[in-house]
């Protein structure tokens, strides 16, 4: 059985063997395979034309050019192909049938192109529908365009080739397919993928295509049917049929890539928008942070100015109530409220230093500094507080460590106060050592290293990552029992990054800490570096070295082994007993003995007084080391007879002076030491100067004033900056201290104003000199500082201020009005009636003794007494000074009421008669604020007061003359 060209069943067959045998012809054969392959590559370049639309009519659009161009592809193919069929009858083609044989292979082409286009991956499934649909598709254009044909034969089809040209068609539809979406899966695309999926199309297509052709069998006609004949020759019409073909492919080719370029310049102009918005939208950001940022600076201004004010006024305040007579208690609750304003204070300051280096504001200044200064600085800020927790602090500073540095010493300062401030606050019990080394030296840069080690808690490992971020400490609990913001080890941090270091811990958990810290400074050349580094002792003295602690030992040790020395090392009383006593025994005595009284106690003090009452005159001379606690200020160890006592750690430098003068004879002539250090001695600066105090806040007011006449400068005070500048019209002042922010006239303005009246007085011929004007603000950040510097001030004193900042600030600005500082501390050995009468009565001592010794070191005129002279006077211009409080009072003249207790107030604090200076005071602030009501019933005490002063100066006048 086979088929007729419409597909019925024939059963009266001609003979099998008298069909015609055709032939092809090569060329066009492969220009049809060509054909077919071209067509897929430029279906599959629009598909991804496809993939990119962005509508359903441009998708649309692009789908059907697609179709189009594939089915004319695979209809063009199918002609040539048919083209190069030769059969020895004539052949020709239906017009109409043979253009509408094109449309299923469109169809077909359309169903192919939507299933690739398509961006996800399709399932199986669709797959195979899709290369049945295809399939079918080619087959229904082949068959129908077979049946356009009009050959000079009967046309007749074998069944079994039919079937196995449409599983053809269906099959290599099915692995084109799959071949396309292999390649996208594997991220394989562009030109190369795109080729080989064509080739494989093309190939499929043709292979259908000639597959359905061995099933055609062409047989002659019976009863001479006529001849038809092609109106152009078969070449002529593939050639002509092959160009159009390619035509139509490059049109839509070069439209796919026109496509392409455009869909790229899209998606460029929508990315170029899309960053535009982004950068716009940082921009605002950034706008946003930056304003963020500013409101927080003025945020941190306006609590800084209004925190640091009432904190100013107290730690004022204490410093204030410290200086007076207090029992044990008072003291106590004192020393409290004082180291909580401080710590307050400290917090206040790093989260101010921590908010400046966030904002990027922090920089750092290069100024010439000495390293072992500052350690030795570091080291006199904490003895105290490692004599009072009973902790030893080591430090030691490398020789080949320069002399002079240029850097920031401010900021290493405050690294390593950081530093150490924790080590104090972790360790209860041991050491705590700094150590200063070279860690890389290029001659001009030199990168040092520091350590600062201890012996406390230790931290556990887990938590060594977190020490250095800001508000975490290694253990929460450590907040509560040790206090602290933990942003100290993240400013350090920060601090030594800008130096061009790193910092590092190593701890152990109950075993203490370590922290490293590299810095980079340049070098200041020197010509006596070589020499410094090298000095010696001018002849060796054997020397006997008492210490408890091994570190400090090691230390000091090494000192001394530099300079030339031979010390001999004991840690404990016995042991030093035995070497001395087996040195004089040898005959053989130690030239000089250094104590460590801090360590040894109550025995290290017996120890120096064996030593000193059993050496007899050639014996050792006595070193003493002391902590900054109450042993270390009794008259006890001062009675010892020490060549030196020196404050523990003791400085190398002050340690080196102490043996030179020793070496030199200076104990055996009876020279005193010019570096013992007495402590508990600290001594007040004084001025002989004017200073007029411009702040409107009373407690503010009363801590400056109350500071600067310890310091025994005379002050006037104005609540703000108009009557300051009254008072500097009218007056002459040394030094001005101004508060920025006060009412009716602020500081800024006050300053402009005194600036101009100094101007017209210069341009009148007047004064041409500046008066320093410092200001005083609660305000920290550098903003500030340059509005008061804009406004003329000279110089910026942050609150809370105390005693010692405002006395470098004096020496800065008014260097010729200080004169010959004074012990603050009472001096045992003077005369004690007062100073017992005034515990009992439980007021200030009727004569302050140290005054009066300030006055008994001046010699008088021909070898006379200024003291006695002084007293006299004394006695002859004070009555009248009370006199003058009573009368004043008795005319309600206020004015005159304080003025004569002010300048009695002088007189008496410079003799010394403390209580009645004290009164004069109450007498004459009372009558300044409340008016003479209020100091009536006080008269009466202070002509008390005088009496009891005036027999106490006498009594010290004849104990002269004893």
């Known amino acids: 059985m086979q088929l007729d060209w419409r597909f019925f069943p024939i059963f009266s067959l001609p003979s099998a063997g008298s069909n015609y045998l055709a032939v092809y012809n090569p060329t066009l054969v492969v220009t049809s395979v060509i054909i077919a392959i071209l067509a897929a590559y430029v279906a599959l370049s629009i598909s991804g034309r496809i993939a990119a639309a962005k509508t359903d009519q441009s998708r649309a659009a692009w789908t059907g050019a697609g179709a189009a161009v594939m089915g004319g592809g695979i209809w063009s193919m199918h002609f040539v192909g048919m083209i190069a069929f030769s059969l020895p009858c004539g052949v020709g083609y239906n017009p109409l049938g043979t253009l509408l044989s094109a449309v299923p292979s469109i169809l077909a082409s359309g169903v192919a192109l939507s299933i690739i286009s398509r961006n996800e991956e399709p399932s199986l499934f669709r797959v195979t529908i899709g290369a049945v649909l295809m399939g079918a598709g080619i087959g229904a254009m082949h068959y129908s365009g077979m049946g356009a044909m009009e050959p000079d034969a009967v046309l007749r089809y074998d069944p079994t080739w039919v079937g196995i040209s449409i599983v053809t068609a269906v099959v290599l539809a099915f692995i084109s397919l799959s071949i396309r979406f292999r390649f996208r899966a594997h ?211 490398a020789d080949e460590v320069p002399v002079q540095l240029l850097g920031d010493s401010v900021r290493v300062r405050q690294v390593l106060i950081n530093l150490v401030g924790n080590a104090m606050k972790f360790t209860e019990r041991g050491e705590v050592f700094i150590g200063v080394s070279v860690a890389e030296d290029k001659g001009s840069e030199v990168a040092l290293s520091f350590a600062v080690q201890d012996t406390g808690i230790g931290i556990s490992s887990d938590k060594l990552a977190q020490v250095f971020e800001p508000f975490r400490q290694a253990d929460a609990s450590m907040t509560r029992s040790h206090g602290g913001s933990g942003l100290g080890l993240a400013i350090a941090k920060h601090l030594v990054e800008l130096m061009g270091g790193t910092i590092a811990v190593q701890s152990e958990l109950g075993r203490g800490s370590r922290f490293e810290f590299k810095a980079r400074f340049r070098e200041i050349p020197r010509p006596g570096k070589v020499a410094e580094k090298s000095r010696q002792i001018a002849r060796p003295l054997r020397t006997l070295l008492v210490d408890a602690n091994a570190t400090s030992a090691r230390v000091m040790r090494d000192y001394l082994t530099r300079w030339g020395m031979a010390p001999v090392v004991a840690d404990t009383v016995p042991k030093a007993v035995a070497r001395w006593k087996a040195a004089l025994a040898a005959d053989n005595e130690f030239d000089a003995a250094i104590i460590d009284v801090k360590g040894l106690g109550a025995a290290g003090i017996e120890l ?21 606690n109450d042993l270390a200020g009794s008259d006890e160890i001062e009675k010892l007879g020490a060549f030196a006592i020196l404050t523990k750690p003791a400085r190398p430098s002050a340690l080196f002076d102490c043996f030179a003068s020793i070496a030199a004879g200076a104990a055996d002539k009876g020279v005193p030491s010019p570096l013992t250090r007495r402590i508990g001695r600290a001594v007040t600066p004084s001025f002989s100067a004017r200073v007029l105090v411009v702040e409107d806040n009373p407690v503010n007011q009363e801590v400056a004033a109350g500071v600067l006449e310890e310091m025994d400068c005379r002050v006037v005070t104005a609540a703000n900056g108009k009557i300051g500048v009254e008072h500097f019209q009218s007056e002459a002042f040394d030094l001005i201290l101004m508060d920025c922010e006060m009412p009716i006239m602020d500081g800024f303005a006050a300053t402009a104003r005194i600036r101009e009246i100094e101007a017209e007085r210069a341009a009148s011929g007047g004064a041409t000199g500046r008066t320093p004007v410092v200001a005083l603000t609660a305000h920290a950040l550098a903003e500030i500082r340059q509005k008061c510097v804009h406004a003329g001030m000279d110089d910026f004193l942050v609150k809370p201020f105390d005693e010692l900042q405002i006395g470098e600030m004096l020496r800065l600005w008014i260097p010729g009005c200080e004169q ?46 200024l003291f006695e002279r002084v007293v006299r006077q004394f006695a002859d211009t004070a009555p009248s000074l009370v006199a003058a409080v009573r009368q004043h009072c008795e005319a309600a003249n206020a004015e005159g009421v304080w003025r004569a207790a002010h300048s009695l107030k002088s007189s008496a604090a410079t003799l010394g008669a403390e209580r009645l200076a004290r009164r004069c005071i109450q007498i004459e602030t009372l009558a300044r604020d409340s008016g003479v009501d209020a100091v009536r019933s006080l008269v009466a005490a202070l002509e008390s007061d005088l009496i009891t002063a005036q027999e106490g100066l006498r009594n010290l006048v004849e104990a002269e003359h004893v």
């Open 187 to 397: 991220k394989f695309g562009g030109a190369p993928a795109n080729l080989i999926a064509a080739a494989v199309m093309g190939f499929a297509v043709s292979g259908m295509h000639y597959t359905a052709m061995n099933a055609a069998l062409f047989y002659p006609l019976l009863g001479g049917a006529p001849d038809f004949h092609m109106s152009l020759p078969p070449t002529t019409l593939a050639i002509v049929v092959t160009l159009v073909a390619v035509l139509i492919a490059s049109i839509a080719l070069v439209a796919s890539v026109a496509g392409r370029q455009a869909e790229l310049a899209a998606s460029l102009r929508a990315e170029i928008t899309e960053r535009k918005r982004g950068e716009s939208a940082l921009i605002e950001a950034r706008q946003n942070a930056e304003r963020a940022n500013l409101a927080k600076s003025q945020f941190l201004a306006v609590m800084s100015h209004e925190i640091r004010t009432p904190l100013n006024g107290v730690i004022g305040m204490a410093n204030l109530l410290a200086s007076t007579p207090l029992n044990d208690r008072q003291t106590h609750l004192v020393g409290n409220l004082a180291r909580s304003g401080r710590t307050l204070l400290a917090l206040i300051n790093d989260i101010l230093d921590f908010s400046r280096i966030e904002a990027r504001e922090l920089v750092l200044f290069d100024a010439p500094f000495e390293i072992r200064e500052v350690i030795a600085e570091v080291t006199d800020l904490f003895a105290e507080q490692g004599s009072a927790k009973d902790l030893e602090l080591v430090y030691s500073v």
């Open 608 to 628: 120096a007084r064996t030593i000193g009452a059993k050496a007899g005159e050639k014996g050792p001379t006595l070193v003493l080391l002391v902590g900054m």
């Open 820 to 865: 010959a500082p004074r012990d603050k501390t009472e001096i045992h050995a003077q005369t004690h009636v007062a100073k017992n009468e005034a515990a009992e009565s439980g007021g200030p001592p009727i004569i302050d003794m140290k005054a009066i010794s300030r006055i008994r070191a001046i010699q008088g005129r021909n070898a006379g007494s």
